[in-house]
């Protein structure tokens, strides 16, 4: 769990609040029907969610006006949960999907809702700062075939390598 926490920490030392060239934040975004549990369905790697499966993410209001996050996943090769607690906020309006996500102090990276089913809140696409960052979120544990297809084919007109997408494995 150290371990975990002392690699989010670096990473958001040296995150940014930037996105990638192409990513643009949806609008219209409604934070009240975003917030709850998320599934993680696909990522591109990063050695902080490394092996886990069965990851997801929990969003609440904050009586500060942010947003709690709860990453959670589980380490097959230590046999534990492994979590990490942030807190999160808008960075220019609350309608835009573009927030600043901290997990250690006053270091911020990006977190970019640049696709997302508006009608129902049912599945996101989110951008980190740069291409190396890449999520498919989902209110349940597996998405439809055409969502994962159409999150693949935007991802990767944006210019993000698709052909490194894991598929994460959730029980």
Known sequence: MKRVLIIITLLFLCGCLGMPERVT???EFEINNYLGKWYEIARLDHSFERGLTNVTAEYNLREDGGVSVLNRGFSESDGEWQEAEGKAFFVKS???GYLKVSFFGPFYGSYVVFDLDKENYQYAFVSGPDLSYLWLLSRTPHVAPE????????SKELGFDTKELILVEQK
Do not use: H, Q
């Open 25 to 27: 934040p949806v609008n």
């Open 94 to 96: 609350p309608d835009e």
């Open 147 to 154: 969502i994962l297809e159409r999150f693949i084919t935007i």
